[in-house]
C-alpha cells in the first residue's frame, strides 16, 4: 500500500483551514426525529395516567398474597372529614337535595354520593325477592343512620367520583364506618372489587 506524500497531506490541511466546511444548520425537524422516543415513552406515560384515574372501582383492589388492598379502606389519599348536616328523606321525584338512594347510595345538598367501602342490595333491579327486602331494609338503616346527626365522611380512595359522577366517600359516625354496622346486621358485604350476591 502506497503513502500519500506528507507534501500532499500538508496542501490538503491548509485548504481546510483556509476554507473550512461550515457548521451543521439547526434543524428542527432533526431534533424531533432525535428525540422521538421521549415524545414516545412520555404520551404513553400520560395515556397510562389518564386511563388509570378513568378505570372501573374494581381494577382499584389487587391482590396481595391472599388478601386485597382495598384503597377505599387503607386510605391511599389522606382523609379529609366533611360534616353531613340536615334531614334526609327517601328518594322519589326528579329533584332530589337531601335523600337516600339505597343502603349504599344517598344525595346530600344535590350532589349524589357513593358510600365506597360496602356494597348493598339493589333496590331497583334485584336478582330475587331476597335481595329486593334485605335492600329495603338496608336504606331504612342508612336513612336512620344519616338523620342521627354527628356524621363525617372522608374520601380514602384514589378517585373522587366513580364511572357513573357519584363522589365516593367513607360515612363515619363517631370515627366508626357506617358500612361496618351495616354489614354486622347482614344489609351489607364489604366492597372488594365486585358485588356478592344476595340470593344464595
Same mark, same amino acid.
Given at each position: 500500500?502506497?503513502?500519500?506524500?506528507?507534501?500532499?497531506?500538508?496542501?490538503? $490541511?491548509?485548504?481546510?483551514?483556509?476554507?473550512?466546511?461550515?457548521?451543521?444548520?439547526?434543524?428542527?425537524?432533526?431534533?424531533?426525529? =432525535?428525540?422521538? +422516543?421521549?415524545?414516545?415513552?412520555?404520551?404513553?406515560?400520560?395515556?397510562?395516567?389518564?386511563?388509570? $384515574?378513568?378505570?372501573?372501582? *374494581?381494577?382499584?383492589?389487587?391482590? @396481595?398474597?391472599?388478601?386485597?388492598? $382495598?384503597? *377505599?379502606?387503607?386510605? @391511599?389519599?389522606?382523609?379529609?372529614?366533611?360534616?353531613?348536616?340536615?334531614?334526609?328523606?327517601?328518594?322519589?321525584?326528579? =329533584? +332530589?337535595?337531601?335523600?337516600?338512594?339505597?343502603?349504599?347510595?344517598?344525595?346530600?345538598? @344535590?350532589?349524589?354520593?357513593?358510600?365506597?367501602?360496602?356494597?348493598?342490595?339493589?333496590?331497583? +333491579?334485584?336478582?330475587? /325477592?331476597?335481595?329486593?327486602?334485605?335492600?329495603? /331494609?338496608? =336504606?331504612?338503616?342508612?336513612?336512620? *343512620?344519616?338523620?342521627?346527626?354527628?356524621?363525617?365522611? /372522608?374520601?380514602? /380512595?384514589?378517585?373522587?367520583? $366513580?364511572?357513573?359522577?357519584?363522589?365516593?366517600?367513607?360515612?363515619? =359516625?363517631?370515627?366508626? *364506618?357506617?358500612?361496618? @354496622?351495616?354489614?354486622? +346486621?347482614?344489609?351489607?358485604?364489604?366492597?372488594?372489587?365486585?358485588?356478592?350476591?344476595?340470593?344464595?
Amino acid at each position: 500500500m502506497t503513502r500519500k506524500p506528507a507534501r500532499v497531506i500538508l496542501l490538503k $490541511d491548509a485548504r481546510q483551514k483556509l476554507n473550512p466546511e461550515p457548521a451543521p444548520r439547526w434543524s428542527p425537524f432533526k431534533t424531533l426525529y =432525535q428525540l422521538r +422516543r421521549v415524545f414516545l415513552y412520555a404520551g404513553l406515560a400520560a395515556l397510562a395516567v389518564i386511563h388509570f $384515574d378513568k378505570l372501573p372501582y *374494581s381494577y382499584l383492589v389487587v391482590p @396481595a398474597g391472599n388478601k386485597l388492598i $382495598d384503597y *377505599s379502606i387503607t386510605g @391511599a389519599v389522606e382523609p379529609h372529614p366533611e360534616p353531613i348536616e340536615g334531614r334526609f328523606v327517601t328518594c322519589s321525584g326528579a =329533584q +332530589r337535595v337531601n335523600c337516600v338512594v339505597d343502603g349504599d347510595t344517598f344525595w346530600y345538598r @344535590a350532589v349524589k354520593y357513593r358510600i365506597s367501602d360496602i356494597n348493598t342490595p339493589e333496590i331497583g +333491579r334485584p336478582e330475587c /325477592e331476597r335481595e329486593r327486602t334485605l335492600g329495603l /331494609e338496608a =336504606q331504612v338503616a342508612l336513612l336512620n *343512620s344519616l338523620n342521627a346527626g354527628g356524621l363525617t365522611m /372522608e374520601r380514602r /380512595e384514589r378517585r373522587d367520583v $366513580d364511572q357513573y359522577g357519584r363522589k365516593l366517600r367513607v360515612v363515619l =359516625q363517631d370515627g366508626r *364506618s357506617v358500612g361496618d @354496622a351495616l354489614i354486622a +346486621r347482614g344489609l351489607a358485604h364489604r366492597w372488594e372489587g365486585h358485588k356478592e350476591t344476595w340470593c344464595g
